[in-house]
C-alpha cells in the first residue's frame, strides 16, 4: 500500500471538508464586509439596514469583540475588524450573520461605510523610501565585499522586478464554529496551524486556549496561504458563535479569497555581482525590497528566508545582503510554498547571468563552476554538509543530455526564423527547518486499542502533501504491523498542543520523528514485555509482519496477542511522543548560526519554444534530478515536486498577479488570473530521485520535499530569455517576473537598450554602495 | 453565453410551475428552486451530495462537474461533463443528473482506482470533477470515431505531438485545475483508463448493461434510457404553453456561461428564462445554400458538426483554445455573440465567415423575423440594434462564399488554452491567381465592440496578395482599431498583438507568399512598421 491515504476516498467524493459535514440546524451563514479602498480612515459604520434585512441576525463590529482586537501572528499590527484605518482593500470591517448564504450577502450590500480615502503605497522602494517599513532591515555579510571587487575581472549591477502569486487553492478560506457545553467553542478550520488560530481566537475572546479547540480534518490545499491567514476567518466565526450562541459557518468566495487575502510577496531587488574571468564569482551584493503589504504576517520570517537563501545553490566567498520589509496598503501578504527563498534565488540567478554574460562564457558554464562544494560555508555560517549540488548537477547533464540538447537547439534556432527554443539549467538548493528555531518541535499521541487497531494523532495538518499517508508509514513500520490498522485522526487542539504550522516542508521532519517516538516506545513495551514471557533479552525481539520474531525467526506471536498480553499485563499502550530538531541556533546578531537540519539538493532542465511573431510560448520539457534522502512513498514525494514545480512554472510564467495604483487588486478572478493548466504542463516531465543519499534527520532517511521543487520553476524564466534572445540577440533583457506573453512581445518589439547589456561597473568604481 | 433580450419561447418541455422533474442519480426528483438556481447551489445544499466542490463559480477550475444526459432517440441516452455552477436547475427538466455519488459502486471504479494508483489527488478537492470528466470521457471513447452528431469525439484537436489517446486525456481534463499534481499523474490515469476500456461493446457502445456489467457504472444506469423516456411522455402532457411571451421583463438565458460569471448572485428568482430546447432552436441544418445554426447550438455542436467542420475544417483546433470542454457543452453561439463582449471568440470568427441573425419578436399576434449582418449588431459597447422584444433564433451562414475561401483564427491570451483573449482574429479569403477574391477580416480585444474590418476588407479585394498588400491590410487596420489597458494587456500591446495576429493569418494560411523573417520586426512607434 503505497498510495495517498486519503486518495480512494477523495475519488469517490468522500472526504468531508469544513462546510461538508451535515450543518446543526440553527447554523449562521457569515460574509464579511470589506473596506473598499486600499487606504483610508474609517469614519463610522451604518449597519441598520443591514441589520434590519430579512434573516439577519447580527451584524458585528470591532466594538463587538470582547477581548483584544488583534490576530498578528508576530508583531501587533493586524486587527481582526477595521476601527480607524482602512489598511488595504478587503480588510474585513464588519461581520454579518445570518440564516442563509443568500440573506448573508443580500445584507452585505447594506452595510455602508463613511470614509476618508487617503492616499495608498503600493510600490515598496517608494514604503522604503517614506520610512514605511515593517522592522529594521536585516543585514547579513561574509568575507568583506567592498575588498573583493577589486580582485574581480568584471563587475555588473542590475535589479529585478519580481511578481507575487496567488495560492488558488481550490478549497477557498473557510472555517465552522461551535457552541458546545459551558460556551466553550470548537472551531473546524481549514487551517495550516491549528495552535495559531487557537491562540488567535482565544485573545479576541478574551478566553484561555484550552477553552477553544481547533479542528482540522484536512485542507483542500494550503500551500503557505493558509498558515496564517485562516486564522482571521476561523476567528470571524468563533466571534460569531460567541456572540449568538449558534453555530457559524463562513466560506469565502472564490473572488473574495483572490481579493482579500495574502500572497507570495512581490518582491524589487538590487545587486551588484563581481567575477573573475575563469568564471569563479567573488562577491555579490543584494538588495531586498519586499512588498510585505499593509501588516506584519509572516514577513519577516519570509524575509529572514530571502537572507538565507540569497546566495541559491551556489558557493561565493564575499557576500552582503540587506533586506528589508516594506508596509504598503496591499493586503498583508505571507507564506508561500518557498518562503521567501525563491525570491532570494531567482536575484542569484539572475546576476550570475549578467555576470557570466559579462566574461563571455555560457550561464551553465558558470553556474557548474560556481556550484556548493562540500564543506563550503554558507553566508550564515553554516557549513554544507552532505552536499549533493554538483552530484544531481552532473547526473542531469548526462543523464539529459544537455551537451546534445543544446547543440541541438542551436540547430535549430539556425533553421527557424519564428520559432525558437531555449534551454536553462536550475539548480536547487534548500535549507529545511524553520528558521525560528523554536518551532522546530513537534508532538504526536500514539493509541494502541486492545483489537490490535491503532489511532495516531499528530500536529502535522494533511492539505494534500500526503502527510498523513507519511505519518502512518512511519508508524505502521515502527510498529511492523499494516498500514490498514492506523487511523490518523484529524489535527486537533485537544489532543496535540501548542503545535507549529504544518510549513517549511518540515511537518513529516517533525511530525514523523514525533509519531515514530511515540510509536517506538510503545514498541519497545510490548517486546519488553514478551522479552519477560520468553525469558529473553528484549534485543532479540523484533516486530516484522505483525508478528513477533526471536533472533530474526517468526514466533507463534502475532500482534494482536501481544497486545492483549500486554494489556493484561497492565503495560501502557498509549504513548506521547515529542521530537525537537537537534543542533539548531543561529545568532541574529552575528549573522551566524546553524539554521537548519540540513539542505535539499536538485537541478531541472527546462526546455521551451517560443513564437517570435506571436510572444507566446510553450513550456515543452522539465526534466530533473532531485535529492530525496530515501524516499517513505515515492508516490507522494514524486507527486510533491511535479506539484511544487507546476507552482515555481506557473508564478515565473503566466500567474500575473496585479493591483493597480489605488492598491486594487485587478486579477481578483481565475477569469483573470490564470494558473497552470493540463495543456500548459509540459507532457515531457521526468523526474529521476537521487539514489543512496539517505539523511539521518527525517524518519527512515527521508528528506523534506514540499517547497524545494517549486524553486525548479525558476529555470523557466532564463529558459525563455535564451529562447527569446535567439530572436533578438540584440534584444534588452529585464528580470522581470513573471515573463507574460505581454512581457516577452514587448522583449521582442523593444529597442536594444542604449546602455550595454549587462549594466558594466567599472570595478574601480565598485567599491561603492549600489 | 446569454440573450440579453427579453423574449418567450414556446418550449417542447418547459419547467411548469410544479416544478424541474428529473433523474438524479437514481431517483426521479422534483426541484422546486427558484428559477435560476444554480445545479451547483441545489446539490451543496444537500448534506448527502456535497462531494461536488465549488472552486470558484465561473467555470474556470472544474470542480464542479456533473453529468447531464439526455435522451436521443437513435443512441440511447448521451451524458455530458457539464459545470453545475454555471447551469440553472430548470435546464434538467426532463434529464438525468449525475454526480459524483452517482458514480458510486461501493468500491472504485477504474477510473477511481486508476487515479488512486498514480497519486493523481492529492488534497482531493478537485478529484470528484476529475472523476466524473474521465468517466464521461471512457463513456465517449468507447462509442468510437466521431459520426455525424455523434459522440463528440468530432472536436477532437490534437496538439502537436499528442496520440489520439492523450488528446481525448488532455480534453477531458482540459476544463479542470489541479493545484497539487502538475497533471502528469493525471494524464496517465487518463491513458490508463482508455486503456482499460471494457470490450465488447460492439455495436451497441451506448449499451449501458455492459457499462454496468464490467463495473465501471452503477445499476441505475441500465433503466436510464427507459426511465427518461417516460419522465418525457409524462411532462410533454403536463407542459404548460406559453402564451404571452412579450409579456415579461425577463432575461432570456442560452447557455449562461458569462451571464452567470458576471451576476450569479442575482439571478436566482429573477424571472430568468431559460431558452426553450425546441429541436430547430438546438440543431444546425442546411437550408439551400445557407448553413443555420439554431440559438441553442452549442460550441461543442459546432465542432460536431459535420457540415461546420466542411465550411471550417479547422474549427476543433480554434474551440481547443477557446473553452474546456465543460464550457463548450454549455456555451451557446448565439449566446456569444448577444452577450456583445468585444473579445469574443466565437463572435469575432462568425464575423470573418459574415454570418446573418435571424431575428424574431412577437407582436400584434404574429412572430415577425428580420434578417441582421452580424456586423450590424453591434452599435456600442454592449449596446445591439435589437428592438425590444426582439431575440436571435438563428445564425446563418453563406454556404458557399466560406465553402470556396480559407477560413483562420488567431488568438492570444496569458495562458494559451481556455483563456480570454487579450486579441483575437479571424480572416476568411478566398485567392485566385495570385489575387484576393475575396476577404473578411475581424479582430476583437481592440475596440468597444468586436469589430469586422469591412473598409479593410474591401480595399484589398482585386489586390495581389504580396507584401505590399498585407503591409496595406496592417496599416488600414491600424488606422481603424482603438484598442485601451487593461487587466488583459496594455494598448500598445493589444496594437502589436493585432498586427501579428493579422500577419500569422497569412504566414500560416500563404506559407508560399511570405517569408516569416520579414515579417518579425517591431513595429515603430505610432503603429507603424
Known amino acids: 500500500m503505497k498510495d495517498h491515504l486519503d486518495a480512494e476516498r477523495h475519488t469517490r467524493g468522500q472526504t468531508r471538508y469544513v462546510d461538508d459535514d451535515p450543518p446543526p440546524s440553527n447554523m449562521l451563514h457569515g460574509v464579511v464586509v470589506p473596506s473598499p479602498v486600499a487606504h483610508g480612515r474609517l469614519i463610522a459604520v451604518d449597519t441598520s439596514r443591514a441589520k434590519a434585512s430579512p434573516g439577519v441576525v447580527a451584524v458585528l463590529l470591532a466594538e463587538h469583540i470582547p477581548g483584544e482586537n488583534q490576530i498578528g501572528p508576530v508583531i501587533q499590527d493586524e486587527p481582526l475588524l477595521a476601527e480607524e484605518e482602512l489598511h488595504f482593500q478587503g480588510q474585513p470591517v464588519a461581520l454579518v450573520l445570518a440564516s442563509t448564504p443568500e440573506q448573508a450577502r443580500a445584507a452585505q450590500g447594506l452595510v455602508t461605510l463613511d470614509f476618508e480615502e487617503l492616499e495608498p503605497i503600493v510600490d515598496p522602494k517608494v514604503a522604503f523610501e517614506r520610512g514605511s517599513l515593517i522592522a529594521e532591515p536585516q543585514r547579513l555579510s561574509r568575507g568583506n565585499v567592498d575588498e573583493a571587487w577589486a580582485d574581480c575581472d568584471e563587475v555588473v549591477e542590475g535589479s529585478c522586478e519580481i511578481g507575487g502569486q496567488e495560492h488558488v487553492y481550490l478549497e477557498t478560506q473557510r472555517a465552522r464554529a461551535y457552541a458546545e457545553e459551558g460556551g466553550v467553542l470548537r472551531v473546524c478550520s481549514s487551517t495550516q496551524s491549528p495552535y495559531a488560530a487557537q491562540k488567535a481566537i482565544s485573545k479576541v475572546l478574551g478566553r484561555p486556549f484550552h477553552e477553544i479547540e481547533v479542528d482540522v480534518r484536512r485542507l483542500g490545499g494550503g500551500f503557505g496561504g493558509k498558515e496564517d491567514q485562516a486564522t482571521a476567518w476561523a476567528c470571524l466565526a468563533a466571534l460569531g458563535t460567541q456572540h449568538t450562541g449558534r453555530a457559524v459557518q463562513l466560506v469565502l468566495r472564490r473572488d473574495e479569497d483572490m481579493r482579500w487575502t495574502g500572497k507570495r510577496h512581490p518582491y524589487r531587488c538590487e545587486y551588484r555581482i563581481g567575477i573573475r574571468k575563469d568564471g569563479k564569482i567573488l562577491a555579490f551584493d543584494v538588495r531586498h525590497y519586499q512588498n510585505s503589504g499593509a501588516a506584519t504576517d509572516l514577513s519577516l520570517a519570509v524575509l529572514g528566508r530571502t537572507v538565507f537563501h540569497s546566495t541559491a545553490s551556489y558557493g561565493i566567498p564575499n557576500v552582503r545582503i540587506f533586506a528589508v520589509c516594506c508596509r504598503t496598503h496591499l493586503p498583508p501578504m505571507t507564506a508561500f510554498r518557498g518562503f521567501g527563498g525563491p525570491q532570494g534565488m531567482f536575484v542569484m540567478e539572475s546576476a550570475l547571468t549578467d555576470a557570466a554574460e559579462a566574461v563571455g562564457l555560457s550561464r551553465e558554464r558558470v553556474q557548474e563552476i560556481n556550484l556548493l562544494a562540500e564543506g563550503d560555508r554558507f553566508p550564515y555560517g553554516q557549513v554544507a554538509e552532505a552536499c549533493h549540488a554538483r552530484r544531481c548537477w552532473q547526473q542531469a547533464m548526462e543523464r539529459f543530455d544537455v551537451p546534445r540538447r543544446r547543440s541541438e537547439i542551436d540547430a535549430w534556432n539556425r533553421r527557424n526564423p519564428r520559432h525558437k527554443k531555449g534551454l536553462a539549467m536550475m539548480p536547487v538548493c534548500f535549507g529545511i527547518s524553520f528558521t525560528a528555531t523554536f518551532m522546530n518541535q513537534a508532538s504526536s499521541l500514539v493509541h494502541v486499542y486492545t483489537d490490535g487497531s491503532v489511532s495516531v494523532s499528530t500536529g502535522g495538518v494533511e492539505m494534500g502533501q500526503g502527510l498523513n499517508t507519511n505519518i502512518a508509514t512511519v508508524v505502521s513500520r515502527a510498529l511492523g504491523i499494516a498500514r490498514s490498522r492506523l487511523r490518523v485522526e484529524s489535527t486537533n487542539t485537544r489532543r496535540i498542543a501548542n503545535m507549529s504550522a504544518s510549513a517549511a516542508s518540515a511537518t513529516t521532519l517533525l511530525n514523523g520523528n514525533a509519531a515514530l517516538r511515540a510509536a517506538t516506545s510503545i514498541r519497545d513495551r510490548l517486546l519488553a514485555e514478551e522479552a519477560k514471557r520468553l525469558e529473553v533479552d528484549p534485543d532479540r525481539l523484533t516486530l516484522e509482519d505483525e508478528i513477533v520474531h526471536l533472533d530474526g525467526r517468526p514466533t507463534a506471536k502475532d500482534w494482536q496477542s501481544l497486545v492483549r498480553d500486554a494489556y493484561l499485563a497492565r503495560v501502557s499502550l498509549s504513548d506521547h511522543g515529542f521530537y525537537a530538531t537537534p543542533k539548531l541556533y543561529f545568532d541574529a546578531e552575528k549573522g551566524e548560526g546553524h539554521p537548519f537540519a540540513y539542505h535539499v539538493y536538485g537541478t531541472a532542465v527546462i526546455e521551451v519554444s517560443v513564437d517570435a511573431l506571436l510572444g507566446t510560448y510553450d513550456i515543452e520539457a522539465v526534466r530533473i534530478v532531485h535529492d530525496l534522502g530515501r524516499s517513505l512513498n515515492p508516490l507522494v514525494d514524486l507527486g510533491q515536486v511535479e506539484g511544487g514545480l507546476a507552482q515555481g512554472l506557473g508564478w515565473m510564467t503566466l500567474e500575473d498577479m496585479r493591483f493597480d495604483d489605488q492598491g486594487r487588486m485587478l486579477s481578483g478572478a481565475l477569469a483573470t488570473y490564470k494558473v497552470p493548466d493540463v495543456f500548459f504542463m509540459p507532457r515531457d516531465l521526468e523526474v529521476e530521485f537521487l539514489e543512496g543519499v539517505p539523511t539521518e534527520h527525517g524518519p527512515f532517511g527521508s528528506k523534506a520535499v514540499g517547497e524545494p521543487p517549486l524553486m525548479y520553476g525558476i529555470g523557466a524564466h532564463f529558459a525563455l530569455r535564451d529562447a527569446l534572445l535567439a530572436a533578438r540577440p540584440d534584444g534588452d533583457w529585464r528580470y522581470e517576473s513573471p515573463v507574460t506573453p505581454e512581457k516577452a512581445l514587448a522583449f521582442l518589439c523593444r529597442p536594444p537598450s542604449t546602455e550595454a547589456s549587462p549594466q558594466l561597473v567599472p570595478v574601480e568604481d565598485a567599491t561603492a554602495q549600489p | ?529
Open chain 2, 1 to 529: 453565453m446569454t440573450n440579453h433580450r427579453d423574449l418567450g419561447t414556446q418550449s417542447a418541455i418547459a419547467p411548469t410551475q410544479s416544478g424541474t422533474r428529473f433523474l438524479l442519480n437514481g431517483r426521479l426528483v422534483t426541484a422546486l428552486e427558484p428559477s435560476g438556481t444554480l445545479v451547483l447551489d441545489f446539490l451543496r445544499r444537500r448534506p448527502d451530495l456535497v462531494g461536488t466542490k465549488e472552486g470558484c463559480k465561473e467555470g474556470d477550475c472544474g470542480a464542479c462537474v456533473v453529468l447531464v444526459g439526455e435522451l436521443h432517440s437513435d443512441e440511447g441516452v448521451r451524458y455530458r461533463p457539464v459545470t453545475s455552477c454555471l447551469m440553472p436547475v430548470d435546464e434538467l427538466h426532463g434529464k438525468h443528473l449525475v454526480t459524483i455519488e452517482g458514480l458510486d459502486l461501493g468500491q472504485p471504479s477504474p477510473v477511481q482506482e486508476k487515479i488512486v494508483e498514480h497519486g493523481a489527488s492529492q488534497c482531493g478537492f478537485c478529484t470528484p470533477g476529475i472523476v466524473v470528466s474521465l468517466t464521461s470521457m471512457a463513456l465517449e471513447a468507447a462509442s468510437g470515431p466521431a459520426s455525424p452528431g455523434g459522440n463528440g469525439a468530432g472536436s477532437l484537436y490534437k496538439t502537436p505531438g499528442a496520440s489520439r489517446s492523450m488528446a481525448q486525456v488532455e480534453r477531458a481534463l482540459s476544463g479542470h485545475l489541479c493545484r497539487c499534481t502538475g497533471y502528469r499523474s493525471l494524464r496517465q490515469a487518463g491513458l490508463e483508463v482508455l486503456e482499460a476500456l471494457p470490450s465488447g461493446l460492439g455495436d451497441d457502445p451506448q449499451s449501458m448493461d455492459l457499462w454496468v456489467k464490467r463495473g465501471w457504472l452503477p445499476a441505475f444506469f441500465s433503466t436510464a434510457a427507459g426511465r427518461l423516456a417516460s419522465l418525457r411522455a409524462e411532462l410533454e402532457t403536463a407542459s404548460e404553453a406559453d402564451t404571452d411571451p412579450a409579456g415579461e421583463t425577463s432575461r432570456i438565458l442560452a447557455g449562461g456561461t458569462d451571464l452567470y460569471v458576471q451576476r450569479g448572485d442575482q439571478l436566482p428568482g429573477t424571472g430568468l428564462r431559460v431558452l426553450g430546447r425546441e429541436p430547430a432552436l438546438r440543431s444546425l441544418r442546411l437550408v439551400g445554400d445557407r448553413l443555420e445554426i439554431g440559438a441553442q447550438v452549442t460550441f461543442e455542436q459546432l465542432a460536431e458538426s459535420a457540415e461546420f467542420r466542411r465550411l471550417v475544417p479547422d474549427v476543433a483546433r480554434f474551440l481547443h483554445g477557446i473553452a474546456s470542454l465543460q464550457v463548450r457543452h454549455r456555451a451557446t453561439v448565439a449566446g456569444n455573440l448577444i452577450n456583445a463582449s468585444p473579445i469574443g471568440d466565437v463572435t469575432v470568427l462568425m464575423l470573418a465567415l459574415g454570418a446573418e441573425l435571424r431575428c424574431r419578436r412577437f407582436s400584434d399576434g404574429a412572430d415577425r423575423e428580420r434578417l441582421l449582418p452580424l456586423h450590424k449588431l453591434y452599435r456600442g459597447y454592449k449596446d445591439l440594434d435589437l428592438a425590444p422584444g426582439e431575440w436571435v433564433s438563428h445564425v446563418l451562414i453563406d454556404v458557399s462564399a466560406t465553402e470556396s475561401a480559407t477560413v483562420d483564427f488567431q488568438k492570444v491570451s496569458k495562458r494559451k488554452c481556455l483563456d480570454i483573449a487579450t486579441v483575437n482574429s479571424a480572416c476568411r479569403i478566398r485567392v485566385r491567381e495570385g489575387r484576393i477574391e475575396a476577404l473578411d477580416l475581424a479582430v476583437g480585444g481592440v475596440a468597444p465592440i468586436p469589430l469586422y474590418l469591412g473598409q479593410v476588407s474591401e480595399a484589398a479585394v482585386g489586390r495581389e496578395l504580396d507584401d505590399a498588400c498585407l503591409h496595406g491590410i496592417l496599416r488600414a487596420t491600424q488606422e481603424t482599431i482603438s484598442p485601451i489597458d487593461d487587466v488583459r494587456g496594455s494598448a500598445d500591446y493589444k496594437r502589436a498583438l493585432c498586427r501579428r495576429l493579422q500577419i500569422a493569418h497569412f504566414l500560416e494560411l500563404f506559407p508560399d507568399l511570405f517569408e516569416p523573417s520579414s515579417w518579425l520586426a517591431p513595429m515603430a512607434p505610432g503603429g507603424n512598421p
